[in-house]
């Protein structure tokens, strides 16, 4: 049994038929027997045009996806906004997804012959953000990174607080995503496991090279602001501290390829799409690896 992955697909009207045609290569020349998106489809407004799309191109075979950040963006109709997360789940997901035979992860499990697939969105804890960053002499504090913006001002800001439901602190909404995991986890019981995530939840799985401690003297890009949004790290102790039966993790969020890679007990991947750039890996189920297929 083969299961294709894949992250960041952002189908969005006027890029998404590159992607698609992509998709289509890889499903007609691997056959997997599964379909699994790690988030990052398209936005909130397009769930029912980008899940029918995702249904075209495997019209039999078990879909199974979770969500990203930009699954969340209400980028037009936005006075209509359920002010929550999971409002935008049961408004705009969770129906197309029924419709289509297809599991959203952030609601229910996929289970499979051989393996139960478990996941969801993430979000972010703050747990990546660089220890002691400062702007100017200032220290970044939480209310910073609950606004989004560093305390230096500028005009870049973590657009997620510009598009997405903030009802809630960061550390708030990823520990609540934890809790759904854990939960969801528990109902797969002793099956073999996949744990499916958007956002990552250990640090070798961000693609990103680590950041030295910055001093309060230097002057350190937005970038290592941002940091502070690329996974939850809370999330990775809760998978550390899961039983044998956790046959992998697969994220994507960073847009940087990270592994296959040891993680001790388990394997990780970031799959690390692009926009309009898709990439994906084949899980084998009869020998345990993950492979990266060719663009
Ligand atoms: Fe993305
Ligand atoms: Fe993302």
Redesign the pocket.
Known sequence: MNILLTA?LHLLRGTQERTLLKLREWIARYRPDALVVA??LSSAPQAAETLKNLRHCFLQGPIAVCL???DFWMLEDSSAEPGSLSGIVERYWLPAAASLDIVLLDAENLRLPELTIVGGYGHYDLGFAVPHLAYDGILVTEEDYARGAPPSGGTLRWRDFQFMPCDRPPKEIAREQVDGVRERMAAAADSRTLVVL??PPFEELLGVPPVSPVTAESAPSVYAFFRAYLGNRSMGVLLRQAQDNLLGVVC??THRCAGPLNLGRTIGINIGSDYGVPKAALLSLDSNRFERLPE
């Open positions: 960041d988030g990052d990203g950040n930009h958007h956002t994507g969020h």
